[in-house]
């Protein structure tokens, strides 16, 4: 039962040279194993998205994995790491208060809240773009009319005013739709893991 997704953002310390994606990407490849990445954790979502930047683009930077994006966004503040992958939600005050910078959106198109900051592809960075989706799993052996039921609830849901104006304000892009939307997205999503998983960049625990 596919709820939606958000893209993620690429935030950076105000010190950090580059402004944008593009510049990002020219400064790494400058800078070999220069640049120190920071992820809430090894196979979280950010770190998955910097695999995915990494393959797209060949940069070296160091993954320096925290225990939760808390810390990760503190030190990034701090200046003891130079970059991060951040949901919009996470750092918004800090980028507010001037504490980050953000230097692009990781999805196809650009954040409703952020009108004004562009997408990688946008940017001249191309097949780096990554999203993190919501949805509800079942079991595999779920009854089909149990399925049905439960996406014909989500669906329902997700046009009530109160719920799809609180989605938004966290950067949601609401989708739903029927249950083989949300099949081929997992599908489509594990298809881009795989090379990832095999070169090693990615471990399955």
């Given amino acids: 039962m596919y709820i939606g997704y958000t893209s993620n953002l690429i ?16 400064y790494a490849k400058a800078n070999p194993g220069k640049v120190n990445w920071a992820s809430p954790g090894t196979n979280s979502n950010p770190h998955i ?48 208060a001037g504490w980050l910078k953000v230097l692009g959106v990781s999805g196809t198109k650009r954040q409703p809240g952020m009108p004004d900051v562009a997408t990688f592809t946008e940017q001249g960075v191309k097949g780096a773009d990554s999203i993190l989706w919501f949805g509800l799993l079942a079991a595999a052996r779920t009854p089909r009319s149990v399925i049905e039921k439960l996406n014909g609830g989500v669906n329902k849901a997700l046009q009530m005013p109160d719920l799809r104006q609180r989605l938004e304000q966290l950067g949601v892009e ?29 471990q399955i625990e």
């Fill in 11 to 26: 935030v950076a310390n105000p010190k950090f040279p580059p402004n944008n994606a593009k510049e990002l990407v020219a």
């Fill in 174 to 202: 609401i989708e739903g739709g029927p249950p083989e939307k949300f099949g081929a997205l997992i599908r489509s999503e594990a298809a881009r893991l795989a090379p990832l998983i095999k070169s090693g960049a990615l």
């Fill in 49 to 96: 998205s910097l695999e995915m930047l990494k393959a797209a683009t060949g940069i070296d930077v160091v993954h320096i994995p925290y225990k939760g994006s808390g810390p990760a966004l503190t030190d990034l503040v701090a200046g003891q790491v130079d970059a991060l992958y951040a949901s919009r939600i996470s750092a918004e005050n800090y980028l507010k």
